[in-house]
């Protein structure tokens, strides 16, 4: 058999993957099914909206399941400075952002497989982010993000300001 007639083989998430990124730092919960009816692929819930600090474990985490990242989107009314690439892992993953408010985050792999990802603020509350959560990766989900963090109680905090940028790094909590 020749290499072309080998067949191609598709890297999926195996339904119902529960990892946690780091100890207090972030959850991840993904579920992927051949068919992909919903929306939204998973949900991210980081402790922080600090863009160097969190992308780095959800980044290892999916490609230990998918594969290498490429690139990442994300809404840039929602994080702190915002960088156009991060090295992780010796990789570069390219950033794009803007200010949509989709409360999503956007994983390409590859060329063309993109999973999208509820984020569910690092203000909410362990109840309602795993609620958030498990609505984000039901497999017939058709609800957008926001209406899942406002059917959750997990309201979408006001986006990030200039101030909110000093006082965090001043290491004050931030609103």
Do not use: C, Y
């Amino acid at each position: 058999m020749s290499h072309s007639d080998s067949p191609r083989v598709t890297k999926l998430l195996p339904d119902a993957v529960h990892e946690a990124i780091k100890p207090g730092a972030a959850f991840l919960r993904l579920e992927t099914r051949h068919d992909r009816q919903g929306i939204l692929d998973g949900a991210w819930w980081p402790r922080s909206r600090d863009v160097g600090a969190e992308l780095p474990g959800l980044i290892a985490a999916l490609t230990e399941h998918l594969g290498p990242v490429t690139r990442v989107g994300l809404d840039s009314s929602s994080w702190e400075e915002m960088p156009t690439r991060l090295i992780i892992d010796g990789r570069v993953v390219h950033i794009d952002s803007f200010p949509v408010g989709d409360d999503t985050v956007l994983i390409t792999r590859g060329d063309q497989d993109h999973f999208s990802l509820l984020v569910v603020p690092p203000h909410a509350t362990p109840d309602a982010a795993r609620a958030a959560m498990a609505k984000a990766v039901h497999a017939d989900n058709l609800t957008q993000a926001e209406q899942i963090l406002i059917d959750t109680g997990t309201d979408r905090a006001r986006p990030i300001t200039t101030e909110d940028s000093q006082t965090s790094r001043e290491g004050r909590d931030t609103p």
